[in-house]
């Protein structure tokens, strides 16, 4: 079953100076924090949708879940937080996000987020050349295949063939693409269990 | 069985399209998994975001925090002589405009000035015009201490809540308020601690963060 809900405290403060009288109400803020809810925006929002990318595999659903995240975070989001701690507050968000996206999309949980293992995704450096660990994780599965499994897969989601294409280029039935495609996957989620990832 | 569905949500998620709901088994769950980051491995365009997606999230945000601080905050009751003011004002750039645009059957540019103001006190002014220069309507900045903020617009075909929000020339975005307009029509004040002269502009964002109308201030 689906883990409850949980729910996300913000940062809302930053480390007290404990020195004693008025100076116990003074904030240390830090120059690593965010000042405004755009600069946390800006700052997040390619990373974010590149690990709900990760986790989903399409552009409109990573898109939705990524725009609900900030939806949900903003709000009671406290500004001049440590980047830290925004990041952790979004990564405890999305993963709720994402929790539910599969909650309605198929009924059972699919793919999550660690919050403490996915922080690498929205710490620095991000940009077009940022963090991802998806080959990573396929190059050992594909490996541990048969030739015929690992190449309807690589024709598939790393060539982006058509089934029909898939066919064509194995010189097999498309029927037989088919069955091929899906043994494969499922021999793939075994070694993927096998190997721990 | 599932596995058409299976099938079905694995050529979508080939293809980039948006799978469709299914009850998945487990062992359909374990496939996907792997299919999710096969997919995911593939060196494409989409593994970044669009740049009109950001913009356009960007916008519905700042539409909802204009919205928030409109709740949070005390709203301003402006004085009478600051709503006063802001109407003659605003009246004066209608009038100014109005002159500009008379000239401008004769005169080749246009060019947009502030309107010289009671009490020698610093007043930016802007029309409101949407994207095909339609005029919407006036917004009058005062600076002062506090300084403060008067529109006054009229769009037509609209109704119900619209937000402001002011822009810096520093790129910084700040939500000034929102107010509602009965039959397209509304003002709307507000006191602001800030340096007028460091404004550059103002929005006015319906609440699902589309631009109804821009103006930059002279």
Sequence with gaps: ?197 | MSNRKLSAFIDALVSGRRPAKFAASPNDAEALRIAITLRAARPDDDAGPDEQFISNLYRELAGQQASRAAADVRLFKPRRAYVALGAVAAGLVLVAGTATVTDAINKPAVTASAVPVPGGQVMSTATFETVDHRVLGQIVAYNSHPSWVFMDVDVANYQGRIFCMLQAHNGSTLAMGAFDLHGGVGEFSKALHVDIGGLKGAELVSPTGSIVGSATFA
């Excluded at chain 1, 403490?116 to 963090?131: F, I, Q, T």
Aim: aromatic residues 6%; glycine residues 6%.
């Design chain 1, 1 to 197: 079953m689906f883990r409850a809900r949980q729910q996300a405290r913000p940062p809302d403060r930053q480390q007290a100076v404990s020195s004693g009288g008025d100076a116990s109400h003074l904030r240390l803020v830090s120059a690593d924090v965010y000042t405004d809810w755009e600069s946390v925006y800006r700052d997040n929002v390619e990373r974010l949708y590149r690990l709900m990318y990760a986790r989903v595999g399409n552009r409109p659903d990573a898109e939705d879940l990524t725009a609900e995240v900030f939806r949900t975070a903003l709000g009671p989001l406290r500004l001049a937080s440590s980047k830290g701690e925004v990041r952790s507050y979004l990564l405890v968000t999305a993963r709720t996000v994402l929790a539910s996206h599969w909650r309605r999309q198929l009924g059972r949980p699919v793919t999550s987020i660690d919050p403490s293992a996915d922080l690498g995704y929205l710490a620095e450096p991000s940009g077009p050349d940022g963090p991802s660990d998806a080959p990573y994780r396929t190059a050992p599965i594909l490996a541990a295949l048969p030739d015929r499994y690992r190449r309807v897969l690589e024709l598939r989601f790393l060539e982006a063939c058509s089934i029909k294409e898939v066919a064509t280029s194995m010189n097999i039935s498309v029927s037989n693409a088919k069955v091929l495609q899906h043994r494969a996957l499922h021999m793939a989620a075994k070694v993927a269990q096998e190997l721990g990832r």
